[in-house]
T-cell receptor
Framework: GAVVSQHPSWVICKSGTSVKIECRSL??????MFWYRQFPKQSLMLMAT?????????EQGVEKDKFLINHASLTLSTLTVTSAHPEDSSFYIC??????????????FGNGTRLTVT | AQSVAQPEDQVNVAEGNPLTVKCTYS??????LFWYVQYPNRGLQFLLK??????LVKGSYGFEAEFNKSQTSFHLKKPSALVSDSALYFC?????????????FGTGTQLKVEL
């Protein structure tokens, strides 16, 4: 089955630094990837849709300059949390649909990245 | 706008007993409906989906869900629960047409299966 690999699984960084999270589709091509944020005991909040070769589409209220998304290839999307602050601490999860572009195909999720900003 | 309601934050059930995790949805037109399971500090795993056709959908690990259009519900069920089923379960919906790629998730239901 489709596998989405996310790295790192956890990261601790100091306030003011930037952190990059990678999301890879291992056995399929993903023209679109989705980045979610999950707060403790809460649902997933869609942050942005990453589009290969073009700009990401951000959800309302998500700062584009804060959460930089790059989708440089059909198998890799990255999320960079810039100038991280403690309130950015969260669980970030990426996902992709296989086959891509098919509305009824399920999302496949990475294992998530636990970000802690001190 | 589409939405999903999972009215129970937690469901407790004894191993071997049937379990039900409730989900109701609101969407314009016909829905795509999904159930996902999440284990601690992990991403979500797909369990099953409803697109069209038979209202009873069977999925992974013995789970099934019943689509009820009149009640706008998609409850997750399993005839005999296992301790290993203990996890966080999410219901999700997107419209059949329109709505872009956005999948809307419920707030999740923590399932606890005890011996």
């Amino acid at each position: 089955g489709a596998v989405v690999s996310q790295h790192p699984s956890w990261v601790i960084c100091k306030s003011g630094t930037s952190v990059k999270i990678e999301c890879r589709s291992l056995d399929f091509q993903a023209t679109t990837m989705f980045w979610y944020r999950q707060f403790p005991k809460q649902s997933l909040m869609l942050m942005a849709t990453s589009n290969e070769g073009s700009k990401a589409t951000y959800e309302q209220g998500v700062e584009k300059d804060k959460f930089l998304i790059n989708h440089a290839s059909l198998t890799l999307s990255t999320l960079t949390v810039t100038s991280a602050h403690p309130e950015d601490s969260s669980f970030y999860i990426c996902s992709a649909r296989d086959p891509p572009g098919t509305a009824n195909s399920p999302l496949h999720f990475g294992n998530g990245t636990r970000l802690t900003v001190t | 706008a589409q939405s999903v309601a999972q009215p129970e934050d937690q469901v407790n059930v004894a191993e071997g007993n049937p379990l039900t995790v409730k989900c109701t949805y609101s969407v314009s037109g016909n829905p795509y409906l999904f159930w996902y399971v999440q284990y601690p500090n992990r991403g979500l795993q797909f369990l099953l989906k409803y697109i069209t056709g038979d209202n009873l959908v069977k999925g992974s690990y013995g789970f099934e869900a019943e689509f009820n259009k009149s009640q706008t519900s998609f409850h997750l069920k399993k005839p005999s629960a296992l301790v290993s089923d203990s996890a966080l379960y999410f219901c999700a919906v997107r419209p059949l047409t329109g709505g872009g790629n956005k999948l809307t998730f419920g707030t999740g239901t923590q399932l606890k299966v005890e011996l």
